[in-house]
Nanobody, 122 residues
Framework: QVQLVESGGGSVQAGASLRLSCAASGFTFRNYRMGWFRQAPGQEREFVATISRSGVPFYANFVKGRFTISRDNAKNAMYLQMNSLKPEDTAVYFC????????????????WGQGTQVTVSS
């Protein structure tokens, strides 16, 4: 059964760092593009970053060099290093996977995790 499990969220002060992890199972991880999305209360889910099967990243404009997406195909894992966190980064962060060959920045991915909460205080 396909599983995507996020971890690493928490409550931090503005300017702090967090490293989110996504553990994948139940599918051939190396053949899937992976992505991170986030959703604040009452808001639409928005794109954060994506990484190709071979490890080429693409980011939303708002991260402005603060975030780094990476993957380890040997470990079936994906990561999001978040530095210089801001209160507006507060959201539930979701891990997602797609077998599409297209770089996708909309929430039209095939598999989703349950999310991990990130809270940044001012």
């Amino acid at each position: 059964q396909v599983q995507l499990v996020e971890s690493g969220g928490g409550s931090v002060q503005a300017g702090a760092s967090l490293r989110l992890s996504c553990a994948a199972s139940g599918f051939t991880f190396r053949n899937y593009r992976m992505g991170w999305f986030r959703q604040a209360p009452g808001q639409e889910r928005e794109f954060v970053a994506t990484i190709s099967r071979s490890g080429v990243p693409f980011y939303a404009n708002f991260v402005k060099g603060r975030f780094t997406i990476s993957r380890d195909n040997a470990k079936n894992a994906m990561y999001l290093q978040m530095n210089s966190l801001k209160p507006e980064d507060t959201a539930v962060y979701f891990c997602a996977a797609t077998d599409s060959s297209t770089l996708i920045t909309t929430p039209r991915y095939d598999y989703w995790g349950q999310g991990t909460q990130v809270t940044v205080s001012s």
